[in-house]
């Protein structure tokens, strides 16, 4: 991973007077796996099309290996896409699909049939040269699109939802194929996408986008654990996110209860989004009917102060077992928290919950520009 | 039950089969291979041979198979520029194209001979234009422009439909494979189109071959069709063995081309029909 191959400077996008892509910046290194993730609408598709070449942005270049292509034609450019829904030439074999980027460009037969069969062979298909596509499988039409794509020896692969047709299982097969393809093959994916677990699963880089706006770029782990507004919280995994205020660093206030945290910088008694993980609150139950000053309260109350001095009283109002763990809903200041944990609380147990200083995500309320941008009515 | 209900769903498709189109197709070939009294014989068929009427089946193949291949060089762009365009706009010219066929198909002929005619619609305008004036009426090319006028839409619409169907991805992904404007279309979408091309082909190519009415009034009596030649033993001869002879000669013709049609849409077609 090394110098920027492709760098897309300041490109805007409107259909028909709406604007799906606003001032766009965004560089993509070589043999990198980078994913374009948010919701339908967030300008992903639009983003890959343009590098592909089947939209030209209104404003804004594409600079591909430092040379300027914003307005060459798909055909004169070294990237190929494995389309949604696949997009394969039906009335041609297998091969000939496969052949059909080489036979354009006028390769030997012998060299075209050399790759078709490793072609298929990287894409655990061998043997399948004189099928039609209609008689093969969802997946396997796809891997046979990858192959004709590779084939043509792309610096890029562009790919558009190339697993969204596909069923659980075979997505998740297919998730490996492709990071070892990439792996194989040595050359950047970019890679769109709506499925969170995907983009985590398989991103050297992911780019998060809501309404055209890049929302947060990073590594799956720093999108997952430092989100960096609550959209990306909220679109990434399952999270609790509350409004809160920042008392002075380290030291932030949920629902009236300060709890210690480790953020810094984000000035005196300021409104700040909160976001805390399901599998990061920590329960501790307490008996029924147990008074305050009690033996065994003051037990669970050291327990749960020792994780952080700062803690809620909630009642658990639901639960769900979902096999590695149970899902649960605590009720605590007229807020339904998520938890996932692997101990098993009966509902309407009465719980103390905290949270490690360390798991507790702070993030700017989003400034008023971007407000539309990450306003939380639009991710459905 | 489930049997009882099956027969009372099919029934009336057999009995429509059996009644309008095995048991006609039976009399044809008992009509066209038997003389008056009931007794069998070729003669039927081979009244195929005589000169004058070998002329009308030569001329009949001659122009339907001009008007088939007009036909299609018209439609086929135009139903590639609808392919592209925004529904709402489609929607209106096909419209346009389909509106006429609502009117009686006699009436539009007859149109045409108004137009045509040798102090016609046309020659009138070209006459006030000081333009040659043209004399085509009651010539095969009157016949042809005939058919190519009333076929139209029937090459049209199914070729729009299969050039619709074709998911804009596949043809971008001939663009993404590197290929320019001019091999996507031969190499791609071409190709894909071919099952509405061919049955484009059977609808203009089959009513052409055996028209009577096109001819009647657009050719007069100089210009006769095979169409015509049929016509004539049934309604003004009155000999039906004949007729059905005759037809059936039409016939086996019809079935040649759509086995030629079919063996060159093999390479094809099979891929694309079979779904």
């Not at chain 1, 039906?90 to 460009?105: D, P, Q, W, Y």
């Not at chain 2, 041979?49 to 007009?70: D, Q, W, Y």
């Amino acid at each position: 991973m090394s110098n920027k191959l492709i760098d897309l400077q300041n490109i805007t996008k409107a259909f028909d007077g709406s604007i799906v892509l606003d001032d766009l910046n965004l560089y993509i290194r070589e043999n990198e796996f980078l994913t374009l993730l948010g919701p339908s609408g967030c300008g992903k598709t639009t983003t890959l099309r343009i590098l592909g070449g089947f939209e030209t942005p209104d404003k804004g270049r594409v600079i591909f290996d430092g040379r300027d292509i914003t307005s060459l034609a798909p055909n004169k450019r070294q990237l190929n896409t494995v389309f949604q829904k696949y997009a394969l030439f039906s009335h041609m074999t297998v091969a000939e699909n496969i052949a059909f980027g080489l036979r354009i460009r006028k390769k030997s037969e012998d060299y075209i049939r050399d790759k078709i069969r490793y072609a298929l062979k990287l894409v655990n298909l061998e043997g399948f040269e004189e099928r039609t596509p209609d008689s093969l499988s969802g997946g396997q039409q796809q891997r046979i699109a990858i192959a004709r794509a590779i084939v043509n020896e792309p610096k890029v692969l562009l790919l558009d939802e190339p697993l969204g047709a596909l069923d659980l299982k075979l997505r998740q097969d297919m998730q490996y194929e492709l990071i070892r393809l990439k792996n194989e093959l040595g050359i950047t994916f970019i890679y769109v996408t709506h499925d969170q677990e995907e983009a985590l699963t398989m991103s050297d880089t992911i780019v998060v986008m809501n309404q055209g706006y890049i929302q947060q770029i990073g590594t799956p782990e720093d999108i997952y654990n430092e989100p960096q507004n609550a959209f990306v919280a909220d679109f990434i995994g399952d999270s609790n996110i509350v409004n809160a205020t920042m008392i002075h660093d380290q030291l932030v206030e949920i629902f009236g209860v300060k709890y210690a945290c480790v953020d810094t910088g984000f000035g005196t008694d300021k409104p700040v989004d909160v976001v805390i993980r399901p599998e990061d609150l920590e329960l501790i139950a307490v008996p029924e009917n147990e008074d305050q000053s009690s033996e065994e309260y003051q037990k669970a109350l050291r327990k749960i102060t020792r994780i952080n001095p700062g803690y809620f009283e909630g009642t658990v109002s639901h639960i769900i077992f979902k096999g590695m763990h149970y899902e649960m809903e605590v009720q605590a200041h007229g807020f339904e928290w998520l938890v996932l944990s692997t101990r098993m609380f009966q509902v309407g147990t009465k719980v103390l919950m905290s949270v490690d200083p360390y798991n507790i995500q702070i993030m700017n309320k989003p400034e008023s520009e971007d407000e539309k941008a990450v306003s939380m009515q639009e991710i459905v | 039950m489930n049997k009882k209900l099956r027969i009372w769903l099919d029934g009336p498709y057999l009995i429509w089969t059996a009644a309008f189109i095995i048991i006609p197709l039976i009399m044809i070939v008992y009509y066209g291979l038997t003389d008056k009294t009931g007794a069998f014989t070729w003669s039927n068929i081979l009244e195929m041979g005589t000169p004058e009427r070998m002329k009308a089946l030569i001329l009949s193949l001659i122009l339907s198979l001009m008007a088939t291949v007009i036909c299609l060089l018209m439609a086929y762009p135009l139903a590639l520029i609808l392919s592209r365009m925004k529904t709402g706009a489609v929607g209106f010219i096909t419209t346009i194209f389909i509106i006429p066929m609502w009117m009686n198909s006699l009436l539009r002929i007859l149109a045409w001979q108004t137009l045509l005619e040798r102090n016609g619609v046309i020659n009138q305008i070209l006459g006030m234009l000081n333009l040659p004036k043209l004399y085509i009426i009651n010539t095969p090319y009157a016949i042809a422009l005939g058919m190519i006028y009333d076929f139209l839409p029937f090459m049209l619409l199914p070729i729009y439909n299969a050039l619709q169907k074709i998911d804009v991805n596949v043809i971008n992904a001939a663009y993404d494979l590197g290929a320019n404007r001019f091999q996507t279309f031969w190499k791609v979408i071409f190709p894909l189109s071919m099952p509405g091309v061919i049955s484009g082909i059977t609808m203009v190519f089959v009513p052409a071959l055996t028209t009577f009415v096109i001819s009647d009034f657009l050719g007069g009596s100089k210009v006769l069709l095979i169409g015509n030649v049929i016509e004539q033993q049934f309604t003004q001869v009155g000999n039906w063995n004949v007729g059905s002879g005759l037809s059936l000669v039409l016939m086996v013709f019809i079935l040649i081309s759509m086995l030629v049609m079919q063996h060159y849409d093999k390479d094809i077609g099979e891929r694309t029909t079979s779904l």
